[in-house]
């Protein structure tokens, strides 16, 4: 039998390949009560609900014509946490790349991203998302 810890790191890995997808599936990951907090001081950090997040991840995700890919570098698990590292690979409309290093900290409750921690390059973040 599978355990609760093993399934939950099955949960982010599916979760990532969403992302990376370009599709709009990762939003199943979430339930309406999801928080989504992502560092920084600057209008791509703060707390999201997930319906707030659904416009701003699109605004976000249209920068990228060709989409982002996350690729898992690490992942560690306990229980309903699941730390992943990963490494993001896209270009940007403007031509620059966007090559950040993430680190997330999700926690799942019965098959469901309850809460996602994103901690990022916020400096690669503001000059190449907000032309800082």
Known sequence: MIS????????AIKFFGALSSGAETYLDFYNDDSIIW????NAIGGTRTKKEIIDFAQGILAAFP?????????????????????????????GEPYNNQYHFLLRIKN???????????????AKILLGE
């Open 111 to 125: 098959g469901k991203i309850v809460e996602l921690k994103e901690y990022m390059d916020t400096q690669l973040a």
């Open 66 to 94: 060709n989409g982002i890919i996350f690729n898992i570098t690490s992942i560690t698990a306990e229980n309903e946490r699941v730390a992943v590292e990963v490494q993001g690979e896209a270009i940007h409309a403007s």
């Open 38 to 41: 992502t560092a920084g001081d």
């Open 4 to 11: 609760e810890t093993e399934k939950n790191k099955e949960i």
